[in-house]
């Protein structure tokens, strides 16, 4: 695989991740929100972006990591990923009437 083809690879990864958590904390409805509220999206955006890794790192489709690394940081990124969807749900359970 070309350095080119690698490199847009991982650039193009962490974009797909930051753009939505971007666009999120520059929304101009959270003015008008609780913290907690805040707190509960944010965790749902994140789990969200973390799902896109996931198959990629099983998988070993991204190209420079050993197949035994991304199955270690595929069990740790479920880990955060299961945090953050229990935050997502009890925060959104805590503002909900």
């Not at 193009?12 to 999206?41: E, K, Q």
């Not at 969200?48 to 790192?57: F, R, S, Y």
Request: glycine fraction near 10%; charged fraction near 5%; charge should be positive.
């Amino acid at each position: 695989m070309s350095l080119a083809r690698v490199t847009l690879i991982w650039a193009t990864l962490p974009a797909a991740v930051a753009v939505p958590i971007a666009a999120a904390a520059a929304s101009p409805l959270l003015a008008w929100r609780d913290p907690v509220y805040i707190a509960a999206g944010f965790a749902g955006v994140i789990a969200l972006g973390l799902m896109l890794v996931q198959p990629l790192l099983m998988g070993g489709y991204l190209p420079g990591l050993p197949a035994h690394r991304g199955r270690r940081a595929h069990r740790w990124i479920g880990g955060v990923l299961v945090v953050a969807v229990v935050i997502h749900v009890a925060a959104l359970w805590i503002t909900s009437p």
